[in-house]
């Protein structure tokens, strides 16, 4: 759900949590597919937030410092999916 834009006018969007971690990529639910193949650890948006831990998250979903918003690096990627460069 978008709540409002970021500085450069690119939507920002409530936290995507979910109960636990799914199975599958709760952002294609809200994006689509992204191309086939693709996992979501070759894609920009996918980070590994460090604490004593490292904590898989996709900064399109948020991050509710919680594993209601850890993001597995082998989801199939979403229609929101850019290569890291
Ligand atoms: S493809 Fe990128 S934006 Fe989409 S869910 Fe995966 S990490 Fe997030």
New binding site residues.
């Given amino acids: 759900m978008k709540i409002g834009e970021d500085l450069f006018g690119g939507e920002v969007h409530a936290p995507l949590k979910t109960k636990g971690r799914p199975k599958v990529?709760p952002?294609?639910a809200v994006?689509g597919t992204?191309p086939e193949g693709?996992?979501?650890g070759a894609?920009?948006?996918?980070y590994f937030r460090r604490l004593a831990s490292a904590y898989p998250k996709?900064?399109?979903?948020g991050d509710t410092g919680s594993a209601s918003t850890d993001?597995s690096s082998r989801?199939p990627?979403?229609?929101?999916?850019?290569p890291k460069s």
Avoid: D
Avoid at 77 to 82: H, M, S
């Fill in positions: 990529n952002c294609i994006w992204g693709t996992k979501c894609c920009k948006h996918h996709c900064a399109k979903r993001h989801y990627a979403c229609g929101q999916f850019e």
